[in-house]
């Protein structure tokens, strides 16, 4: 956009906002500052923002804050267990469904993809009532507890896990279809191999797992409460900070989870590539 | 007969012998594969050759039980085709479908599915001159050996029967050698061979026995002298002149 005259006052503060970076965004007492000058200091103060988050994620992470600590490790904890079980249970079921064929699996296929897009909330109710102590579970006592947060994430990624698992086993039991009929091998025979063979894609399908379930705030936050040093999550401290206004530690957190989604990612990568060489995926 | 066909069944190659009865297999109404009557000798190898579209693929399949018959029936030993005499033979394709596992990982495999000693596996792989290959992924291997490979794998299954589906099909003159040789060597231990090959000379150089077809059907059954010295159909002539697109015009 071209500069007019009118624009010269304008470009007058700017320069005076330039000369003195610490004082930029504070008001200028004259009435009628321009709108260019107006969006400069709400982009200066976002920037700043979040420059202050980043330097204070790197602060949190460099001083391995105690609190902190706890926090990515319970978030790792719920995460990883919750993954792990929804793979122990998702991948033989997808690989079934992937095998198998019998009358009403088209539903059952729709069903699961459709749960897929399970709204976490919804999760964390469903789990609460059954917890909660006058429901039918309520005797176990595991209501805002890891363990039910473990459960809500559990029940919210195993559709994923089944679902992909199924269509990555489909593919590569079309591939091995005849030979395995040729070599005779039993349905669970097939499974296994199905399962072993598709390993490298099924670390990806946990991977999308594992995505899903350490982003989620909803369902944790129900079944969990976000009680400090007992269910305090990654996400539901980020919810915290952000209703209390403190956001650049709110988004600190957020880049710590980033960072920690990234890590984990990574470390499954360069176990695939390590063990990639003797098998050709 | 079907006494003396049962005594063979218990003792000896009686058991591997197929007879195919009013055997027909039709897709969308057209007849793919129709075969009266037709017996293969329990020994030896038997090549299966004809044009393109002969059906020569369609019909190893459906001895071998991978796909079911629209009519007629296979008996192997003089009993149905059943999962337990399926189990007893082995199928090599023509495209091989290695697991993504090392060389040797494709061997444990079949011998620990099928409950055998699985110290075997090194000596496979000698057999078809693979053991400095046992730890490379078998999809990284050449053609060739993945064929040799798919043979092995075949072979440790110790089949009665080895039905081979073009084995050799687009390799180099040197791999199509040492794949004719693994499997001479086979039917030496006496493996049952059935071969399906459209090569004129590779059939000259491993059949007993030749079954040729044409549009699904068997024009010619003969032993190997008898078939590429005099063949008596005009189909089987044209084919072995080289000059079967002739025929077709006239």
Redesign the interface.
């Known amino acids: 956009m071209p500069i007019t005259a009118s624009d010269g006052h304008s470009i007058i503060c700017l320069a005076a906002a330039l000369a003195s970076a610490k004082s930029a965004c504070k008001p200028l007492p004259f009435v009628g500052m321009s709108l260019v000058f107006r969006k400069f200091c709400r982009k200066r103060e976002i920037l700043q923002q979040i420059a202050e988050s980043v330097g204070l994620a790197i602060g949190l992470l460099l001083a391995a804050d105690a609190d902190l600590l706890e926090i990515v490790t319970l978030s790792l904890y719920v995460s990883l267990s919750a993954t792990s079980i929804a793979c122990v249970l998702g991948l033989p079921l997808g690989a079934i469904l992937a095998v198998t064929r019998f009358p009403g699996r088209g539903p059952v296929l729709v069903l699961i993809n459709a749960l897929m897009g399970l709204p976490p909330v919804v999760v964390g109710l469903i789990v609460y009532l059954q917890l909660s102590r006058s429901g039918p579970l309520g005797f176990l006592g595991l209501l805002y507890t890891p363990t039910a947060m473990i459960i809500a994430q559990t029940i919210l990624i195993a559709p994923i896990v089944v679902a992909l698992s199924r269509q990555v086993l489909e593919d590569l039991h079309l591939e091995y279809a005849e030979q395995f009929r040729s070599l005779a091998l039993s349905a669970r025979q097939t499974i296994q191999a199905l399962l072993w063979d598709g390993r490298f894609a099924l670390f990806t399908v946990a991977l999308a797992g594992f995505g899903r379930a350490v982003a989620e705030v909803g369902a944790v936050m129900i079944v969990g409460g976000n009680i400090d040093h007992l269910t305090r999550v990654m996400t539901t401290a980020i919810t915290l900070e952000t209703s209390r206004g403190n956001l650049p530690l709110a988004l600190a957190l957020g880049i710590v989870l980033l960072a920690l989604a990234m890590a984990v990612t990574a470390a499954v990568h360069g176990i695939r590539a390590g063990t990639a060489g003797h098998a050709d995926a | 007969m079907p006494e003396h066909t049962d005594r063979n069944d218990a003792t000896g190659t009686g058991a591997r012998r197929i007879e195919l009865r009013a055997l027909a297999y039709d897709v969308a109404g057209t007849r793919l594969i129709d075969v009266p009557a037709l017996t293969l000798r329990p020994t030896g190898t038997t090549v299966v050759m004809g044009p393109n579209g002969a059906g020569k693929s369609l019909l190893l399949r459906l001895m ?1 039980g ?1 796909i079911r018959p629209s009519a007629g029936e296979i008996l192997v030993g003089g009993r149905p085709l059943s ?1 337990r005499q ?2 007893a033979q ?2 090599v ?1 023509q495209k091989p ?1 290695l ?4 060389t040797v990982a494709n061997i444990d ?2 011998l620990k ?1 099928r409950g055998k000693d699985r110290s075997r596996s090194r000596s496979l792989l000698d057999r078809v001159d693979l053991a400095a290959l046992a ?1 490379r ?4 291997l050449s053609g060739g050996e993945q064929q040799r490979l798919a043979i092995a794998r075949a072979l440790a ?1 110790e089949p009665d029967t080895l039905f081979l589906d073009e084995p050799t099909a687009s390799l180099d003159p040197e791999s199509v050698q040492a794949i004719e040789g693994i499997v001479a060597a086979a039917a030496r231990d006496g493996v049952r061979i059935i071969f399906v090959t459209h090569d004129v000379q590779q059939a000259r150089r491993l059949a007993d026995d030749v079954v040729f077809l044409s549009n699904g059907r068997v024009a010619e059954e003969a032993s190997a002298a008898a078939f590429f010295n005099g063949p008596e159909t005009d189909v089987a002539r044209a084919y072995l002149s080289g000059h079967l697109d002739r025929l077709v015009e006239t």
Do not use: G, M, N, Y
């Not at chain 2, 697991?99 to 090392?102: G, M, P, W, Y």
């Open positions: 071998h991978l999962p399926c189990k082995a199928l394709f479908v697991l993504r596992r090392s495999f079949v599915a730890d992924p078998a999809r990284r299954t």
